[in-house]
């Protein structure tokens, strides 16, 4: 890979194993600064390493400074056959505005052309996901040539309200999570957001990042299945971030993922599992449930979160550059 220059007294290389505390460190020293509502956590950056579809030897680069401090990373994401790939990266606060995060931004360019080049597909697409309220990120993004293609919002709603019950039909049972139900609620969340804007399909290796995280509580995830058949039908699955408390001071159980099969719609599953998660995250003695969403969603899932009492509390966007 074509790594860039020396750049502002920085080296760069690749990531490897052996950088992970200080690449997790300088996370820390950007997110402190930004203030993000969520950043990666040590085993994301380990799943980055070690994931089959994305080389960290020709995806990921690191810039050190004269003593080997790391200063700035950047990462490329793609699936096969996807038709975008995902960059990621972030410069130390005490590093930018000096050319740092352009030099970054233009490898990651130069790497999507090459892994869409190599998969033999046209046009190549890069995506990046920032916070809205992030103007330098935001400035950095358009000097490049991407544009806002969608917006999200994170949504919190306080526990101390009332929790509706919702009846499901006899022929639908709704039960706790299983570590043996894994594959098949994989199966369920990949049919489930076949209709999604940027949504692809998650293999075995991206959804065991998922269920295998050390946020992940199976024991607040739930699933409903149709009682005839036995089949998945919809699913929500639920983290837990202590940092959210020690930053914030909220406790907050958290949906990653909420989904319905497309021909069980309009059947108040999802408000049925919304209303499950609440229960169970007031019942842990958390003070608020929390979720992101796309605010054009298909669905009308912004519409439901609304009635289920969640308010907007800031906004993210997906930015997109074709090449």
Do not use: C
């Amino acid at each position: 890979m074509t790594l860039p220059g020396r750049e502002q007294g920085l080296e760069f290389r690749p990531i490897t194993e052996a950088d992970l505390a200080a690449w997790y460190e300088l996370v820390l020293r950007i997110s402190e600064a930004e203030k993000p509502p969520w950043h990666d956590q040590p085993e994301d950056l380990a799943n980055a390493l070690s994931s089959a579809k994305n080389d960290p030897r020709q995806n990921t680069l690191l810039g050190l400074d004269e003593s080997g401090v790391p200063r700035a990373f950047g990462r490329v994401s793609k699936n096969p056959g996807g038709d975008k790939a995902h960059v990621f990266g972030g410069v130390d606060p005490q590093w930018q505005r000096r050319g740092i995060g352009s030099a970054v931004l233009s490898w990651q360019l130069r790497q999507v052309a090459k892994r869409f080049a190599e998969q033999g597909q046209s046009p190549a697409r890069a995506r990046g996901f920032l916070e809205a309220d992030n103007a330098a990120q935001r400035a950095l993004y358009a000097a490049q040539g991407f544009e806002v293609v969608r917006y999200f919002s994170e949504m919190r709603r306080p526990l101390a309200e009332a929790i509706p019950d919702i009846d499901l039909a006899p022929d639908l049972q709704l039960v706790r999570y299983r570590p043996e139900q894994s594959e098949a609620v994989r199966l369920a969340h990949n049919a489930a957001f076949a209709d999604h804007w940027g949504s692809e399909p998650r293999d075995a290796e991206a959804w065991a990042n998922t269920v295998g995280h050390p946020q992940f509580r199976a024991d607040w995830s739930s699933v409903v299945l149709d009682a005839g058949s036995g089949d998945v039908v919809g699913y929500q699955l639920a983290s837990y971030d202590d940092e959210v408390l020690t930053k914030f001071g909220r406790r907050e159980g958290y949906t990653e993922l909420l989904g319905v099969r497309r021909e069980y719609r309009g059947r108040r599953i999802a408000a049925a599992l919304l209303a499950d998660a609440l229960q169970r995250f007031a019942e842990a003695g958390m003070d608020y449930a929390a979720l992101d969403v796309d605010t054009e969603s298909p669905t009308g899932a912004v519409g439901l979160y609304d009635r289920m009492g969640y308010r907007p509390t800031h906004r993210s966007m997906a930015l997109d550059r074709v090449l």
